[in-house]
């Protein structure tokens, strides 16, 4: 199958720009930034907490009820898990192969269902060496370091997600201004969104497409239908038996081989 975009015209409304929150400690950062520069927020987990204004909270199937917002925000934003997301990642093959953790798996939720033109991550390069505070709240779980057979190689999830993402007409860039992120995205500062035409956000998939190694994807997803790691209620961890890590690590470095990237950690 060839890795193009799904949409190559360009319309004249304004782009579909939207945050991706995660828990990391900078991202207070967007504590100050207008809600107007993005179409819609979206909150990972405990990210609800760092501004008042998203629109969406994606949660862990796993997360403590006693962690969500209370009736007022409820009635003002919508709050999503694993009922909406499994299927949502299923249709982007799977989480053995997309990766089982929750900066990626809301990623490919917001694809899927509110279909942006940007989607900007902050707050979730995954890198936790600061052990005083690994969270903006204080200390937290790491989930994407945790030993699972889905997140050998994070790099690489984020490599694939990349490429998926670009297929759906959709553009990932980090607003981190951290020195290391376990995202591949393309770095862009907050204050150049403001200058994201969607003329100009064409030209920026183009030109990422053009440094893809499309063979290298292509050969990538082939193997992942021939595996046939999927598991439509998602849960892969009833299954483990039947995966072998050998192939999965063989995928993560075609997927890190199409976008050119070395893993960081």
Known sequence: MTIQPVETSVRDDAPRIM????????AVRCEPWPKQAFSRIVAINNAWRVRPDWDFLVHAGDFPSDRLPGDATLRQARIFSATQYVPAQNAFGGFVYAGATMALTAAYWTIHSQKPDVLAFLGCDMIYDRPDKTHFYGIGRPDPLRDDVTLRNLEAKSARLL?????HDCLCINLSDLPRSRLVFPRLAFDALGGLSLARIAEMKAEILGNIRLD???KAEEIEKDLGYFYEDGMYWNHLDEIDETFLADIDRLWMSAVGK???G
Do not use: C, I, T, Y
């Open 216 to 218: 290298k994807a292509e």
């Open 163 to 167: 490429v998926q993402a670009l297929k």
């Open 19 to 26: 945050l991706l929150l995660g828990s990391a400690p900078d």
């Open 262 to 264: 070395e893993r960081v």
